[in-house]
């Protein structure tokens, strides 16, 4: 009785959400989002500081912010602070995750499931390719779709493949630690470089070259991979800290 | 000698009183006589300047910020004179008793402290620093409290007081938002008579009867001071429950009274001429009157039955304030120096018997006359003057208070008022015969003995100066009509020797003259009589056998069995009703606890589904 | 030096010091030490970062209201962290952490940046509640953290919809040039509302606070009852003044909710006998009279409001959390008599309760009366009726609470403060008795914070 | 459509919380809200026959209409934080289990 109860306010509110949207004059329809009016018009123009007119892509250089892959603009460049915020939630969470499940000596849990041999080589084979695909994924974040989280969100799964896939297998987490720490503290220093020679914080120095080469976009693709790097590490050493218990 | 300068002075001897209360308890309790003295002197000297008509203020100040001004008035003078003697008469009491205390250097330091609130309040026109006072009093008389028995009644004083000064708060501020200062006679005069009089009337009117103990919220009065330090009680009773009489002069008098004259309550009320906010607070006097004589005669405890006797005692003053008119005020102002004075010595003499035999429950005690007669007389000329029998200064004020309750024709409150005066001399002979008459009881005969000569100081010139009152009223009604020529009213026809009425002259010297010969006539008698022989309590007989064992021989218990049987069933009606909205707002937050706290996330999200939904609800 | 070290140093430090974990809390005392040193450094105006100027990259506002914000959270959180260091080595980098997340929401002028940091700021508040060994309470808090934040960024979303932009001055410019009703921009507004609701412990969604403080322990009591809740009324605070419209049925509802809250609050504090939870829900009836005080507009002295609560809170908590831990539990019962033998702590206790009851020659009674004065001038009668009766139950309370613990006779719980925490409370009490008694600073410091205000565009 | 897609996964995580006390169905109705409002925030952004915010060789000028690429961005960061929530909630649920032995809020009993 409770949950139908429950049901009927909830669809009664979703309802009165999509009426009270749909006759509110300022927010625009599904589909009809006039980005001409938004802050992004200037993002897709690279029009903040200056207006550097039509971008072509390969013959455009040194725009304000140099990746092809406009999102990227904005995630690691126009807004790129947010991103470093970002990257503590993350952090955070698995130090957190370390604290209140991490104990002293751990040893991998007993699951059921035992792998037989060929699935323990066969990953062993996958986990290269994979963890390729993340790499070139977090390298050509400023060109492509995806960029430092999707590609280490693809490492890290390389590492969950090879913890399923072998029962046995732990990773060296005081090396996930290291690197995770040195691409963190690698990601503030450019800031606090941009803060010293720029003026101001995560500014972007090197010049940004030409729209669309692999080594455009300034300190773009470097903190991308920074930060795959960082992803990719705290993933797995929160994927490390589930799949481990206590004992000897 | 300025009067924040004075105020300092008292805050400093109060952290001297703490610090030199630290090495010894006693010299610390010695620091408060000697610092209230000097004020009392320091503010009998402002009696001249003020007489010689310079009622300046003194707003050249280099010690607090510039908005904090006093200013000297007769009415905060005549305050501040009679409560900073009651102060300092009581103050004598401190070194004997500090030891008995949990925090002998608080103690002294909070005395004065208070005694620097009391300055603050009666000599400032600026609103802002008399509440900054008023709460300053409550605070340092909350944690004196306590010292005495249990805590529960400090709670209940704190609750009391808070709600009248935060009432007296809101009431400030009506009047700052009309007129933009604090000043405290700009702010009366504009708001008197409009619709936020209205409001500012009935805020004063509560804080007074906050203070005061009256009727609708008099449960912490007798809880407090049946608990407070002996000390402690004089000084409540005597001085800090005057405050309650300053603002409910400046309700009742300052501002006009609202309503129009006859007829307000449909009729109801015979009175000729009164408003209706005059005619509610006087009914309410009246009851207060009522049940604090009902509930003083039935008392046990004679701390507590004095303290129902200030709380009637109050009712007067109300009663009388709220008459207005030259009799009305007189007799109000009047009144508030009798009682002040007669409360002060009759707490003094139970405290005296108190520190001897450390108890004050009238069914443990008997006979202390044979060793404390000094403390009896003074206790005998206290309730002589409380119960308003001629020769004492509680005699005068009466007879104004029930000329001008006459003269306003108001017959339910004359009935209530008469009954108060005869209830009062039933209740207090009780701790006179039970406490002081009758056979000495054994288990006191070795400690007993009598006051130490520094107590003794104090409660002599407290009875001394209401005999003095009562023979001689015309000085201090001088004073009342300069009080009263300040506050607009039209002061009392006085002669030298006599004081003319609605219906009829006084002579109060005369009747002291004769009263005083009629003594002399019957003490003469009694010398030369035959003396009566002293016998042991064993040496007698009753109905033809001897007693073998020492049983009490006199009745000094239960005088009004019967009385008391009429109306003991609802004795406490304020009491459960304030018990009741204790309870409610306990249970009120219980359910919210047990409703909204739980470990469970769903009610934070049903709630912010219900206010989404409640948000949206226009757009179906 | 820019305010923006503020944030990365903390930052640094935290990704630095997971390497050395034996360090940590080292780390934590000498950054929180230096980042309070710092702000006398630091200089006013806008820090645009990354170079993009106002509506388009992310701003951070240094202006004389953040930096008192800043001020009192870093200087609380280091007395905290000074405090605590010995005791909860774990948490030291999720503390700087927390740190950062807080300086973040304090400076920052972007709406979604400010979601970012309050995530950064909620989950390392969450990893700290976790030392209360209540893992259902965390869950709890996170839960409703959570949703509180996503209802956040829903409102958020909608308000760049409509109005395209993210920057706090541009929104609060554009829509009030954009010309429509109130009735528009309720929805997201009541959204943020309850999103900030959640967490500056407002009553219908503030069910988290039980379970969090009623057992917190030295760290999470004064961590979350008075840093965070300071940091979280700061920032609530300014959403309020500059961005937030708040019309018609709008106004209701968060009336509504407001009254509820200190009236409820007040109940609730009355109705319990354990000396945390008489506490914790006195800070929630504080902390709507907070936001109150802020919609009418006094940001002058809601700021000392928060000032004084946070410092009572922090003296409150820090005093029950060690006498609970050495006690047991944390009756009214077994806390009687505290404060017969250890005189110094009880005084700073009883200073500092006088104040938030608002007693005078305390910093609670300037403001307090302050704020009735201006609201009377400003012609509101009825929240000052409101405030005046709740702060009567309030005083019975904790005076009921102060005589229990300073009046008993016999056998007396043994208590033992160490001298850090006693030299920390007497400072704080001093602290708010001077400024009870010399109130210049304090009132002109106030006046002209009211005069706070925004220029179009963000740029300072 | 999306878009009411988008409010009914929203509403769905509501509800998941509204009735559910097991404490992994809670994390999984945060997720299916969070979801949902990701989801939301990209339909806020859709622009009807816009492409993708990408210049790429064949797609070259910035002169074609472009999907609003703001809120992919934000989306971005939210999905990683409520990575990172979901993830301390699951470490919180195996404490919660290793202290209580289950999982239901009932049966845990008052604290």
Same mark, same amino acid.
């Given at each position: ?248 | ?620 | ?14 990704? /630095? ?239 509504? /909710? ?203 | ?111």
């Amino acid at each position: 009785m409770k949950n139908f109860l429950a049901f009927i306010t909830v669809l009664v509110l979703g309802y009165m959400i999509v009426v009270s949207l749909d006759n509110n004059e300022a927010f625009p329809a599904y589909g009809e989002a006039d980005v001409s009016s938004r802050v992004s018009q200037a993002f897709i123009d690279r029009s903040v500081t200056e207006d550097p007119g039509d971008i072509i892509f390969g013959q455009a250089t040194n725009l304000e912010s140099g990746p092809a892959n406009i999102v990227t603009a904005i995630v690691a460049d126009y807004r790129s602070f947010d991103t470093l915020g970002e990257v503590t939630v993350l952090f955070v969470s698995s130090l957190g995750v370390a604290l209140l499940l991490g104990g002293k000596k751990q040893k991998r849990l007993e699951l059921n499931f035992h792998p037989n041999f060929m699935l323990r080589v066969g990953s062993r084979a996958l986990f290269g390719i994979i963890l390729m695909t993340g790499v070139y994924i977090a390298i050509h974040g400023h060109l492509t779709p995806g960029g430092g989280f999707p590609g280490g969100a693809m490492i890290a799964s390389s590492m969950l493949l090879l913890y399923l896939a072998d029962d046995e297998f732990r990773a060296k987490i005081k090396g996930f630690k290291m690197l995770e720490s040195f691409a963190g503290t690698a990601y503030v220093l450019i800031g606090l470089t941009g803060l010293l020679l720029g003026g101001y914080f995560l500014e972007n120095l090197l010049d940004n070259g030409v729209i669309g080469d692999l080594f455009s976009a300034g300190i773009i693709p470097i903190v991308y991979v920074l930060i795959g790097l960082k992803v990719g590490s705290e993933i797995s050493g929160i994927i490390d800290n589930f799949l481990t218990e206590e004992g000897v | 000698m300025t009067v924040e300068l004075l105020i300092l002075v008292a805050l400093a001897s109060g952290i001297l009183a703490y610090f030199v209360g630290r090495l010894n308890k006693v010299l610390g309790a010695v620091v408060t006589i000697v610092a209230s003295m000097f004020i009392f002197i320091m503010i009998g000297y402002m009696m001249q300047d003020i007489n010689a008509g310079t009622t300046f203020n003194y707003n050249a100040v280099e010690y607090m910020p510039d908005f904090v001004t006093f200013m000297v008035t007769y009415l905060g003078l005549f305050f501040a004179i009679l409560v900073t003697f009651i102060f300092a008469m009581v103050s004598f009491f401190n070194p004997f008793f500090v030891e008995k205390y949990k925090y002998p250097a608080l103690y002294s330091m909070l005395y004065l402290f208070s005694l620097a609130g009391v300055l603050g309040v009666f000599l400032t026109d600026n609103f802002m620093v008399l509440f900054f006072f008023f709460e300053f009093i409550v605070w340092s008389g909350l944690f004196l409290i306590p010292l005495g028995k249990n805590n529960k009644a400090a709670i209940s004083y704190y609750a009391f007081s808070t709600a009248g000064s935060f009432a007296l708060l809101y009431a400030i501020f009506i009047m700052f938002a009309q007129t933009g200062s604090y000043n405290l006679h700009l702010g009366l005069a504009t708001v008197s008579g409009t619709t936020e009089g209205t409001y500012v009337l009935a805020l004063l009117a509560f804080a007074a009867f906050a203070k005061l103990g009256a009727f609708p919220l008099n449960v912490w009065l007798p809880r407090a001071l049946g608990k407070a330090p002996d000390a402690i009680t004089a000084v409540f009773s005597g001085g800090l429950e005057k405050l309650g009489a300053f603002v409910a002069v400046l309700a009742l008098v300052k501002l006009a009274p609202i309503g129009d004259i006859a007829g307000t309550l449909g009729g109801l009320t015979e009175a000729t001429f009164l408003f209706a906010s005059q005619y509610i607070v006087a009914t309410l006097g009246a009851m207060t009157i009522v049940f604090g004589t009902l509930m003083a005669i039935r008392q046990d405890d004679a701390k507590k039955l004095l303290a129902y006797s200030s709380m009637s005692n109050g009712g007067y003053i109300l009663v009388a304030l709220s008459l207005g008119g030259t009799l009305g005020l007189s007799g109000g102002l009047y009144h508030i120096v009798a009682h002040a004075l007669a409360s002060a010595a009759a707490f003094l003499a139970i405290g005296a018997v108190s520190r001897v035999t450390g108890t004050t429950k009238m069914s443990e005690l008997g006979g202390m006359i044979h060793k404390m007669p000094v403390t009896y007389m003074v206790y005998l000329i206290a309730i002589i003057s409380m119960a308003g029998i001629p020769p004492m200064g509680g005699f005068i004020s009466k007879w104004l208070i029930f000329q001008a309750v006459i003269d306003n024709g108001l017959i339910l409150i004359a009935v209530a008022v008469f009954f108060g005066s005869i209830g009062s001399f039933l209740y207090v002979f009780r701790p006179l015969a039970a406490l002081f008459l009758g056979q000495e009881l054994p288990q006191h005969r070795d400690k007993a003995k009598e006051a130490p000569f520094f107590m003794l100081l104090p409660m002599l010139i407290l009875s001394g100066l209401i005999v003095f009152t009562g023979v001689m009223p015309n000085i201090f009604l001088d004073f009342i009509n300069d009080v009263i020529a300040e506050l607009g009213g039209t002061g009392l026809l006085l002669g030298d020797y006599t004081i003319t009425g609605v219906n009829g002259v006084l002579q109060p010297t005369l009747i002291a003259s004769v009263f005083g010969v009629g003594v002399l006539i019957a003490f003469i008698i009694f010398i030369l009589l035959k003396k009566s022989k002293k016998v042991g309590l064993m040496d007698t007989y009753t109905a033809g056998n001897f007693i073998y064992t020492e049983e009490l021989m006199h009745y000094s218990l239960d005088f009004y069995a019967p009385l008391e049987r009429l109306y003991e069933k609802h004795i406490n009606i304020t009491k459960d009703f304030y018990k009741k909205l204790e309870n409610k707002v306990v249970d009120f937050g219980r359910m919210i606890k047990y409703f909204f706290f739980t470990n469970k996330p769903e009610i934070t999200v049903f709630w912010i589904i219900v206010l989404i939904g409640f948000l949206l609800w226009g757009e179906l | 030096m820019s305010a923006i070290l503020l944030i990365a140093v903390p930052l640094l430090a935290a990704f /630095i010091s997971i390497l050395f974990k034996k360090y940590a809390h080292y780390i934590l005392v000498f950054v929180s030490f230096a980042s309070v040193f710092a702000l006398g450094y630091m200089d006013l105006g806008t820090i645009t970062v990354g170079g993009f100027n106002a509506p388009f990259g992310i701003v951070l506002i240094l202006d004389d209201y953040s930096l008192i914000a800043l001020y009192i959270v870093n200087t609380l959180f280091f007395l905290v962290a000074i405090l605590n260091c010995n005791e909860f080595k774990k948490v030291g980098s999720i503390m700087l952490v927390a740190l950062a997340g807080l300086n973040g929401l304090l400076l920052t002028g972007d709406l979604f940046n400010l979601f970012v940091f309050l995530e950064v700021a909620g989950i390392a508040a969450y990893l700290i509640t976790t030392t209360n060994k209540k893992p259902l309470a965390s869950f709890n808090y996170l839960i409703q953290g959570t949703v509180g934040s996503s209802l956040y960024l829903l409102g958020l979303i909608l308000l760049y919809a409509m109005f395209g932009t993210l920057n706090m001055a541009d929104m609060a410019s554009s829509i009030a040039n954009s010309g429509y009703g109130a009735g528009v921009t309720a929805f997201p507004f009541l959204l943020m509302f309850i999103g900030f609701g959640v967490e500056a412990k407002l009553l219908p969604f503030n069910s988290w606070t039980k379970g969090i403080l009623a057992n917190s322990n030295r760290l999470t009591g004064p961590m979350i009852a008075s840093v965070y809740a300071a940091a979280i009324g700061f920032v609530f605070g300014r959403l309020l003044t500059n961005v937030f419209v708040i019309e018609d049925t709008f106004l209701i509802i968060v009336t509504i /909710i407001l009254i509820f809250s200190v009236v409820a609050g007040e109940a609730m504090a009355y109705a319990s006998t354990k000396v945390r939870e008489i506490l914790l829900y006195s800070s929630v009836a504080q902390a709507a009279l907070v936001v109150v005080v802020f919609m009418s507009g006094f940001t002058g002295w809601a700021v000392y409001l928060i000032i004084g609560n946070a410092a009572a809170k922090l003296v409150l908590f820090l005093i029950t959390n060690t006498a609970t831990k050495q006690l047991g539990n944390d009756d009214v019962e077994t806390f009687k008599g505290l404060f017969v033998n250890n005189k110094v702590i009880g005084l700073a206790f009883t200073a500092v309760t006088l104040s938030v009851i608002g007693l005078p020659m305390f910093l609670g009674f300037v403001t307090k009366m302050n704020i009735l004065e201006n609201m009377f001038v400003s012609g509101d009668y009825i929240w000052p009726a409101i405030i005046l009766i709740t702060s009567v139950v309030e005083g019975i309370y904790f005076i009921r609470l102060l005589l229990n613990l300073w009046y008993k006779e016999n056998d007396l719980p043994e208590v033992k403060f160490e001298f850090v925490l006693k030299y920390v409370v007497v400072i704080i009490a001093v602290l708010i008795m001077v400024f009870g008694v010399y109130t210049e600073p304090v009132q002109d410091s106030a006046d002209n914070l009211v005069a706070y205000s925004y220029i179009e565009g963000g740029n300072l | 459509m999306l878009q009411y897609a988008a409010i009914a996964m929203l509403m769905l995580g509501l509800y998941g919380l509204l009735t559910q006390r097991n404490i992994i169905k809670i994390i999984v109705s945060i997720n299916i809200l969070e979801i949902g409002l990701n989801l939301f925030i990209v339909s806020v952004g859709y622009v009807e026959g816009g492409i993708a915010p990408i210049l790429t060789s064949d797609f070259n000028n910035n002169g074609l209409v472009f999907v609003d690429p703001l809120p992919s961005a934000l989306v971005l960061t939210a999905i990683v934080i409520g990575v990172g929530t979901t993830a301390l909630g699951l470490a919180l649920a195996k404490n919660i289990y290793q202290k209580y032995g289950t999982f239901e809020i009932d049966e845990m009993g008052e604290e």
